[in-house]
Nanobody
Framework: VQLQASGGGLVQAGGSLRLSCVTSRFTLRLYAIGWFRQAPGKEREGVACISSSGGSTGYADSVKGRFTISKDNAKNTVYLQMNSLKPEDTAVYYC???????????????????WGQGTQVTVSS
């Protein structure tokens, strides 16, 4: 079972993108979902997460105030709205499922599963 991320692209610094995470194999509202990214030569890092209920979210310090994660249960989709993008946001972005999410948790890739192909986000200066 894999999640599919989409919506990436090339954008200028200061611009916005909205990423989508979907799967046809299970109901996303039953699981916490995380967004992650991996830049060339760097380890994969957690960006944002949302709990199964949608009542709790978490963000990496580097994206707080710029990125917003949300769930649309009717569309079985989790979104990552990315505003005020910076060149350092350039990476392949992935979504994954079923890890801990909340203020007291780190968004650790090793805690999540159901990884699929990511989507490339490139921010030009």
């Amino acid at each position: 079972v894999q999640l599919q991320a989409s919506g990436g692209g090339l954008v200028q610094a200061g611009g916005s993108l909205r990423l989508s995470c979907v799967t046809s194999r299970f109901t996303l509202r039953l699981y916490a979902i995380g967004w992650f990214r991996q830049a060339p030569g760097k380890e994969r890092e957690g960006v944002a997460c949302i709990s199964s209920s949608g009542g709790s979210t978490g963000y990496a310090d580097s994206v707080k105030g710029r990125f917003t994660i949300s769930k649309d249960n009717a569309k079985n989709t989790v979104y990552l709205q990315m505003n005020s993008l910076k060149p350092e946001d350039t990476a392949v972005y992935y979504c994954a499922a079923n890890g801990p999410c909340g203020a007291k948790y780190n968004i650790d890739p090793s805690d999540f599963g159901s990884w699929g192909q990511g989507t490339q986000v490139t921010v030009s200066s």
